[in-house]
């Protein structure tokens, strides 16, 4: 879907409009497609996920929808290795990143945080790091190079595509943390564009926001899914059906782990729904 096509279409997914195939192959050519195969997770004894496989493909943006309790954001941090931090979290499956399981012993847990990043539901920029700092930090912590040219570079770039640069283009070396909440939610996304992620995952990004901020992150998201693919963990159903192209309804009955009821795109998801329980969850009846 290009860029303009999605902006004729006041945000509307793109799977919501006619495109065609060529735009499409073009668009996703150089992405990467996300897979997660027979996904089972466990806190202790306690099996939150079962069996869960979904397909997010490459150069569009997945939303994660169910209520609270579902496993979602378990799954979330399934796909960049966050599940294994937690002392008691054991997972069995896989996550295919272009075909290759990022759980493999033979990848270092860096790399998958490289090519996976993650922007978390309350903003988290270090406070007493500059706005530019900020940016860069995601290089000191890879350990990767770059000139102060370069550095210059990124943090323009990343600023723009976190559409945050016209804000703060003339103040860089004040603190991070001075920002609005839906500033700082816009710099935690620079910082993870800055070590070139080939997926963004985003858990609640825009929870804690107003909604005049939630409109520009959301314009954000579906700026940058011509370049990344997206992952989202929402709860607000009209922000999925404004921003995803594809959607998977989550949900655990009383006392056992989660599934995934049904997934597609957000259309049929929102409009034709194949099971009565995702008619139910996207209508508001329950969750």
Not at 175 to 192: E, Y
Request: neutral net charge; charged residues 25%; hydrophobic residues 40%.
């Amino acid at each position: 879907m290009s860029a303009t096509s999605r902006q004729d279409t006041d945000l509307l997914p793109a799977a919501r409009v006619a495109a065609d195939p060529a735009d499409a192959a073009a668009s996703r050519a150089g992405l990467a497609e996300l897979r997660a195969v027979d996904i089972t997770a466990w806190f202790g004894t306690h099996k939150v996920l079962d069996r869960v496989s979904l397909t997010m493909p490459a150069g569009g943006i997945t939303a994660l929808i169910g209520p609270s309790g579902c496993g979602k954001s378990t799954f979330l941090r399934i796909l960049n290795r966050m599940h294994e931090l937690v002392p008691s979290a054991a997972l069995a499956g896989e996550v295919l990143l272009d075909g290759g399981d990022i759980y493999d012993p033979q990848k270092r847990l860096i790399d998958a945080r490289r090519a996976i990043g993650m922007v978390f539901q309350k903003p988290n920029p270090f406070p007493a790091m500059s706005i530019r700092e900020n940016v860069l930090a995601g290089l000191k912590l890879t350990g990767a190079k770059a000139s102060r040219s370069e550095r210059e570079d990124l943090v323009e770039s990343c600023l723009i595509k976190g559409g945050l640069w016209n804000e703060v283009k003339d103040r860089l070396d004040a603190p991070g943390g001075g920002l609005s909440g839906g500033q700082q939610q816009r710099l935690c996304i620079a910082r993870s564009l800055a070590v070139k992620p080939r997926v963004l995952l985003m858990d609640e990004p825009c929870s804690a926001l107003d909604p005049t901020s939630t409109r520009v992150i959301e314009e954000t998201m579906v700026e940058l899914a011509e370049e990344v693919t997206i992952v989202i963990v929402t709860h607000n159903m009209q922000q999925a059906a404004r921003v995803s192209d594809t959607c998977a309804f989550f949900l655990a009955s009383q006392g056992t782990p989660g599934v995934i009821v049904e997934h597609g795109r957000t259309d049929a998801m929102f409009g034709s729904p194949r099971d009565q329980r995702t008619s139910d969850y996207v209508n508001g009846r329950f969750g």
